[in-house]
């Protein structure tokens, strides 16, 4: 079983557009969070959350929207998709907020704006 | 704020040799330190972790200990293998911080 998992793999969508990343854990755990990763491999957190609830919002522009309809799942929408947005979008969860716990990451969703 | 400074990649090394990452860190209190593994086309595991000074964590023959005194987390194993080959990430967390991770470090094991 996967413990955190995102769909799709790959999106590949014209500039405008909106576009929607969803995941799923089966850990039980707490805590979910958004990276971005960019071409030079260098990972940045956008969001966190913790029981449905926002805890992190990096300096992420308005167009990027977390949706947590329940704990399990923490689903990334991207209005206006722009060239820059093109990255590898990491979904992570933890037990807990706690900041020695492990992060488990899922297999990324490569994004790529034409 | 947190920061993370790892040293370039990438790195090449023949099968057998010795493996040393540096990372070092700046950060508010008291965080914890990890190495993540990032294999080709996966999503990142943890590799190992530390959560107070002196502490060493180790898996799969590597190895780090949490200095503080020189706010470093270097990571090392003794013989590498062509398995290794991957991106490997420093990272830390201080209280109800998300991880903040160095840019990452791509090894290379030839054969």
């Known amino acids: 079983d996967t413990a955190v998992s995102q769909t799709p793999k790959y999106l590949v969508t014209q500039m405008g557009n909106d576009k929607s990343i969803k995941c799923e854990q089966n850990?039980?755990?707490?805590?979910m969070y958004w990276y971005k990763q960019d071409s030079k491999k260098f990972l940045k957190i956008m969001f966190s959350?913790?029981?449905?609830?926002?805890?992190i919002n990096e300096t992420v522009p308005n167009r990027f929207s977390p949706k947590s309809p329940d704990k399990a799942h923490l689903n990334l929408h991207i209005n206006s998709l722009e060239l820059g947005d093109s990255a590898v979008y990491f979904c992570?969860?933890?037990?807990?907020?706690?900041?020695?716990?492990?992060?488990?990451f899922g297999q990324g969703t490569r994004l790529t704006v034409v | 704020g947190n920061s993370v400074t790892q040293m370039e990649g990438p790195v090449t090394l023949s099968e057998e040799a010795f493996l040393t990452i540096n990372c070092t860190y700046t950060a508010t209190g008291y965080p914890s330190l990890f190495w993540y593994v990032q294999y080709p086309g996966e999503g990142l595991q943890l590799l190992l972790k530390a959560t107070k000074a002196d502490d060493k964590g180790s898996n799969k023959g590597f190895e780090a200990t949490y200095r503080k005194e020189t706010t470093s987390f270097h990571l090392e194993k003794g013989s590498v293998q062509v398995s290794d080959s991957a991106v490997y990430f420093c990272?830390?967390?201080?209280?109800?911080?998300?991880?903040?991770f160095g840019s990452g470090t791509r090894l290379q094991v030839q054969p």
């Open positions: 990272a830390l967390s201080t209280g109800r911080r998300a991880l903040t």
């Open positions: 992570a969860s933890s037990q807990d907020r706690r900041g020695n716990t492990e992060a488990f």
């Open positions: 959350y913790n029981n449905k609830e926002l805890i």
């Open positions: 850990l039980g755990h707490d805590t």
